[in-house]
């Protein structure tokens, strides 16, 4: 059961800068799980993060990591996936990074279904920047940004990237440890584009100002509140307010944006000779 | 899985006391005293993996016992 | 040879040398006056295996060709004003992390949408401060089509040679006219590559220079697993945050391109020893610069003149030179006087400096020019 992990962690880059209880680190560790079970080359895997608490991620991890800026990770990778398209593209982002400012580059990317494996951690606030409201800050909840209470309304980000084309959409959280690595490990391998959102817990920043003030507790609220796809579809509309589904929410094989545009150039160079 | 494998605290100093592994213990293996981790009674660890996995600082993890 | 002879565009120059200095790799997306570089390497490229992609917009295009060049292809992006007025997060970031590429900037009369179809040379500040913070920059402006082939070819070289984003500037004219041009056999162009590491992952730092100020780059894919970050770093990439990091980085960055002015500074000049009056230009206002120099220099005026390649890193030691032998210096510039700027900054002799500015989107003729000439002498 045990995954080899510390080759794939820069050892010495930890104790990371993550906060006591925040859910980043449990799911980064199973993330590099997920790459250990679907057995990927390490030198030729590449991890790309924006700017947030999700982006310190790349520094941790043994692989070609960068640091990108904020919420254009998709756009940095899909330059290196489509330059060679053998490498492995990994992108860590938040829900800031990934669905504020980065959610034009995340629709496009998905309208591509070009193959990286996107992971969108998502805790629900700003937490780099201690605690302004994100676009998946609950209507209503408190942050520094929204005083009075959030007015705004969430993406459903599954819906969002679905409606987008992409080809592989999962949702896990950092409570159910076994379940992220499942998804990880499929999306990884899955051909074209994985959008993993990954519920994660900010207790300092989110927790705190929202009546949740310890890790456990937001935790426990994750477990509560997740149910398992196989059993979504059978609850009633009132058995699943205040809930959502797990697990692999959809899969579809697809034609993969850097085959296709091989297949351009294959073709174009046989007319050529 | 072999149940052998027992938790062992390999990176004491990365512990935030967050708790989190505390809570997944199913044997109560593990508490937190004055903000860091330590293991209670080891006997009762069943090599379950939970702390390991959840853990969000790698401060511990099952090592097989003959490895103790 | 007959294939060699080629009546082309500007934006089609930038093209052919592209393809002719290696580059592998465009992203990009529409915009007047710059899509028929897009549309050029959207079809020429896949034919040397090379790859096109239009991207969402501009500041992705820029993300993409910077990740490109990560993995190994020499990469290219092209665009106008408010696509440049977009790139500048990202191209800092390639600044910072030195990605070698080349961001084509073909510029068009602004501030905003401004004239989209009419040459300005307004974004010239823009290339050296567009992007917040101080840093290195190179940008290079030809002033013909032929120019802008060989400057595409030297924008590449440059961006290799010295891990950085190069800028090409061209204006609207230089990027729509046709011109015939003579493209030299493909061994006679001399063609750079970065520098590859030649130690093991175990021993390698992605930022320690090993001999001069720039550090060797592998491929993402070929085993080193080093990491590169927008935040000051440390020799082995990694972000500590200390003063110090910060002050030792800027400065090597600086001085990559500050002690290699021989190389990078690139200018031309027709001064006899006896002109006093000088006309110095860059890109398409040059073409009325020769002209107007000509027609004085028939009239019996002592006038010559000074073509500025490259626009950043400014020739100021070269400026201070001329301007101490030179009565007046007249400088015609499509936008309301920036160059002029850098030469009011070098000057410190007696000689005048004068503007002749135009930035409704029509062109500074010759005539202009001489009228100039012949009030200041």
Known sequence: MGYKIDEYLRQDKLPHIWCPGCGHGTIMGNLIRGIDKANLDPDKTVVVSGIGCSGRASGYMNFDTLHTTHGRAI??????????????????????????IGGNHLIHGARRNIDLTVVLMNNHIYGMTSGQFSPMTPTGDNATTTPYGNIDQNFDLAGLTKASGASFIARGTAYNTRQLIEIFAEGLLHTGFSFIEAISQCPVNYGRRNGLSSAVDMLKCQRDSSVNIRKWDSLSEEEKKGKFPTGVLYKEDKREYTEMYQEIIDSVQEEAK | MSKKGKVKITHPERCKGCEICVMYCPTDVLVVKKGQITITDIDNCVGCYNCELSCPDFVLEVVENNER | MRDRIKLLQGDEAVVEGAIAAGAKFFAGYPITPASEIAEGLAERLPIYGGKFIQMEDELASMACVIGASLSGLKSITATSGPGFSLKQENLGLGMMIEIPCVVVNVQRVGPSTGLPTSPSQGDVMQAKWGTHGDHPVIALAPSSVKETFELTITAFNFAERFRTPVILLLDEIVGHMREKVVLPNEEDIEIWNRKKPEVGPEDFNPYQETDGLVPPMPNYGEGYRYH?????????????????????LMDRLMAKIESNMDIISLYEEDIRDDD?????????????????????RKAGIKAGWIKLKTIWPFPADYIKEVGKRAKAIIIPELNRGQIIKEVRENIFGNAEVHGINKYDGTLIKPEEILNMIQEVK
């Open chain 3, 276 to 296: 006093e009056i000088i006309v110095l230009a860059y890109g398409s206002t040059m073409r009325s610069a020769i002209n107007a120099i000509s027609q004085a």
């Open chain 3, 228 to 248: 590169t970050t927008g935040l000051f770093h440390d020799k082995t990439g990694f972000p500590r945050g200390t003063n110090e990091d910060a002050k030792n």
């Open chain 1, 75 to 100: 756009a940095f990778a899909t330059g290196i996936k489509l330059a060679n398209p053998k490498l492995n593209v990994i992108v860590i982002t938040g829900d800031g990074d990934g669905a504020a």
